[in-house]
């Protein structure tokens, strides 16, 4: 539920965004789940194939995205749960990268590459925004209980609330 929340609110605040994936079939996953609306621009297997892209670690897919979004990496999120995306993200220079941990570890995506991690993508939707900073490296580490810092992610990133009465999100900015 956190992952298409973000999408929908990313898409509200009129935010490019983009899929890479080293699968052949990512167009054919997202238009099945009823998301490939979102994401006009798609960097899959077949395309990574063609051009001759360089697959993850590498950051050559996620450039090739941000080239077709006509995004500045240093100023284009990279959302990742695995570590070889991560260390993609960080190669590309994209900023910021943030490591979802499902499993990897916020120690481990963040000594990849990841400048926040988060449990559930919904994390990057709440507000006011806070952080723990872990005891060891660098790079925050949000738990549930722990939102991520506002100012680590770019410029016009929505921060809907949730209304504690009808549990209906809103687009409500800071």
């Known amino acids: 539920p956190g992952s ?3 999408v929908q609110a990313l898409a509200q605040a009129g935010l490019p965004m983009a899929v890479v994936s080293a699968s052949n079939n990512a167009h054919q996953v ?3 789940a009823g998301l490939v609306e979102f994401f006009p621009v798609i960097v899959d297997g077949h395309q990574a194939q063609a051009e001759g892209l360089a697959g993850k670690p590498a950051p050559d897919t996620y450039l090739a995205a941000a080239r ?4 500045d990496p240093a ?3 990279v959302v990742e749960d695995a570590l070889g995306g991560v260390s993609a993200g960080r190669a590309g220079g994209f900023s910021p ?6 499993g990897a570890g916020g120690p481990a995506l963040i000594a990849h590459g990841a400048t926040l991690v988060v449990d559930d993508l919904d ?3 709440l507000d006011p925004p806070r952080t723990e900073l872990p005891a060891e490296g660098p790079g925050p580490i949000v738990g549930r209980e722990n939102p991520p810092l506002s100012d680590q992610l770019p410029a016009g990133w929505p921060t809907p609330t949730v209304g504690a009465e009808d549990g209906q999100s809103s687009d409500e900015e800071d």
Do not use: F, Y
């Not at 077709?68 to 995004?71: D, N, P, S």
């Open 4 to 6: 298409l929340r973000l």
């Open 123 to 125: 994390q990057l939707l």
């Open 97 to 102: 990268v943030i490591g979802v941990d499902r």
């Open 30 to 32: 997202l238009e099945s």
């Open 75 to 77: 100023r284009t999120a």
């Open 68 to 71: 077709q979004l006509g995004a």
